[in-house]
């Protein structure tokens, strides 16, 4: 179950961070280059509006279960919701998560167990 977690955060973080890159990059085509066909804004925006709107539930849901089943703490759940506002920022939260050890479920298990001393 953890591992299903981090990997869906993961994926929804990147997915979130990529559609926003094409739509900055397809409203400089629009405004800058003015591009014919709206530069792809429409498409582009649409795919964005989606992600976000995917990745703010997905955030929601999946910051309070990982705060749960990943043992994050308050302020790393809400680090998390807040990535999603920033451009690119679900990239660097979902890299500095990954660093840090707060989605390797692995890692974090062996951390906060206590070793039995005999």
Known sequence: MTTAVARWFRVVAVVEALSWSALLVAMFLKH?????????VPVVGAVHGAAF????????????VAAVVLRWRW??????????????????????ATRTGRLDTTARTAREEPVAVR
Do not use: N, Q
């Open 53 to 64: 709107v995917v990745y703010c539930v997905s955030a929601v849901v999946s910051a309070v």
């Open 32 to 40: 800058v280059v003015e591009a014919p066909h709206e530069g792809g």
């Open 75 to 96: 302020w790393v759940a809400l680090l998390a919701l807040g990535a999603a506002v920033p451009p690119l920022f679900t990239i660097w939260f979902e890299r500095w």
